[in-house]
């Protein structure tokens, strides 16, 4: 069983998202999708100052097997980008709650957060893909 | 579920993350495809290559029948143990299969064709064979592993059965070494020095076993792909089909003209085909900006589509994206291949990208 942290909220399509706590939220890709991706070899992180539409394709994760759109939870800005992945794509798979998040979002309205899955919700989606 | 080779269960024990592929069930990786790759350029690495036909041809009529049967010309192989890379045409020049043959001694040939085209394959030389004295016979007994890397040769030497392993060994590369049940060819997938071992299905779990006991790592068909696209190798199904034929596929080198008068299925439409203006030359690509090549991107020069990649990824030794593709003849090395719309910059490059370790092209 892949790891899914109980403070964060998740989608179906496997994103996580962080409540930051002042009006912003991170977003990444889940233990358990970067484990089906397999090693990540390039990630085209959103430009900054981006809006974004809850569920648009914002970001692509290019792992040895595949390229995977990745979809914004929330519609709102795109504050920040991970750079570190233009170099180090890998962190996605070695530290994907952590080093490996993807891009920091101004939501238009944070109540929305509330209509995300949580991780009991998130593991239940995990279960029954496989 | 898809078939099972005789090794499922070993891979299911090392946790590998099994695929469909060729309608069997296969290891796709056994945790990190890149590093499984890295195995095999600086050390040792083991494929099970189950999936893949054996085919003997023996009889009076084995060679008559593979000269016909075959692009290549099966009367190169003159010495005992000795391998030929060949593909098998339809008559309109297209691939029913590429193949590697092997010569074990007068009349007396073994033939290894693709998992997923086996069957097409054996019922394709079961029909050619019409009217020949030539018998073929599915070896789907035998099991395949392949075992690749510059340390590969050493650590399958104490594991081979003793009366073939000084013939084993002494084989040059391209030749091939047997006993009574072992078959060892010094072939392989990956541009590296190693053995192919087809052996009795019942003693496969024993000698991947020994072989991961003797710091042999386990490498999936992930590793497998990206390490023949390095080495510059084509693939079935994507490279070349029945709709692509060897001379738009960059196999030309494949094919024996000579002698005029050998009558080989698909000879007239591949003369036919050597001047036709819809010939697509089949190159290298090394991408100079950022992403990642995959099949059916579209190549772009002066602002057209001038062909189309046919097998790409990334490649772990060059730390960059290559791949195949088919372009329209002349094409500038400066190119730009559509990656989701957008033009990213390419070059023409010469295959293999890497060969015994080392990196064949500049970067």
């Known amino acids: 069983m892949s790891d899914a942290p109980a403070d964060l909220k998740y989608t179906k399509s496997h994103e996580w998202i962080r409540d930051n706590g002042d009006g912003t939220v991170t977003v990444g890709i889940t233990d358990h999708a970067q484990e089906a991706l397999g090693d990540i070899v390039f990630v085209e992180i959103p430009d900054q100052g981006r809006e974004v539409d809850a569920d648009e394709a914002c970001a692509v994760v290019e792992s040895v097997k595949a390229a995977s759109d990745i979809y914004s939870p929330l519609a709102g800005e795109v504050i920040e980008s991970n750079a570190l992945l233009n170099d180090s794509p890998e962190a996605i798979n070695n530290s994907p709650y952590d080093e490996g998040w993807i891009f920091r979002l101004a939501p238009n309205d944070m109540t929305a957060l509330a209509g995300l899955l949580d991780a009991a919700a998130y593991q239940q989606v995990v279960e029954d893909e496989t | ?363």
């Open chain 2, 1 to 363: 579920m898809g078939l099972r080779t005789p090794l499922f269960s070993e891979h299911e024990r090392l946790g590998a993350r099994i695929v469909p592929f060729g309608g069997w069930d296969m290891p796709l990786h056994y945790g990190s495809q890149i590093e499984e790759h890295h195995a095999v350029r600086r050390a040792a690495g083991m494929f099970d290559v189950s999936h893949m036909r054996p085919v003997d041809i023996e009889g009076p009529d084995a060679l008559p029948f593979l000269r016909h049967l075959l692009a290549n010309d099966a009367a190169k192989l003159t010495a005992p143990g000795k391998a030929l890379y060949a593909c098998m045409l339809d008559p309109q020049g297209g691939v029913v299969d590429d193949l590697i043959l092997y010569f074990r001694g007068p009349e007396r040939y073994r033939a290894v064709v693709n998992a997923g085209t086996a069957e097409k394959d054996i019922a394709w030389m079961q029909a050619q064979a019409e009217g020949r004295q030539v018998d073929i016979r599915s070896r789907d007994d035998l099991a395949m592993i392949a075992v690749q890397g510059p340390d590969a040769r050493a650590r399958v030497e104490p594991l081979l059965p003793d009366g073939l392993r000084a013939s084993a060994m002494r084989v040059g590369p391209f030749f091939a070494a047997e006993d009574a049940h072992w078959f060892v060819g010094r072939t392989g997938y990956t541009g590296e020095d190693g053995f192919e071992i087809m052996l009795p299905s019942a003693d496969a779990a024993a000698l991947w076993r020994e072989l991961l006991a003797a710091d042999v790592r386990p490498c999936g068909l992930g590793a497998r792909d990206t390490l023949r696209l390095e080495a510059g190798m084509n693939l079935y199904g994507q490279d070349m089909d029945e709709t692509v034929g060897p001379l738009d596929a960059g196999l030309g080198w494949t094919i024996a003209w000579q002698p005029e008068e050998r009558d080989f299925i698909g000879r007239e439409a591949l003369s036919a085909r050597r001047d036709h203006p819809d010939r697509r030359d089949f190159v290298g690509l090394l991408l100079t900006g950022r992403g990642v090549l995959r099949p059916h991107q579209s190549v772009l020069a002066d602002g057209r589509v001038v062909g189309e990649v046919t097998s790409g990824g990334f490649s772990p030794t060059l730390e960059r994206s290559i791949a195949f593709a088919r372009v329209e003849p002349g094409t500038s090395a400066d190119c730009a291949v559509d990656i989701r719309g957008k033009p990213v910059s390419a070059r023409i490059v010469k295959p293999p990208f890497v060969r015994h370790g080392r990196i064949c092209i500049d970067l």
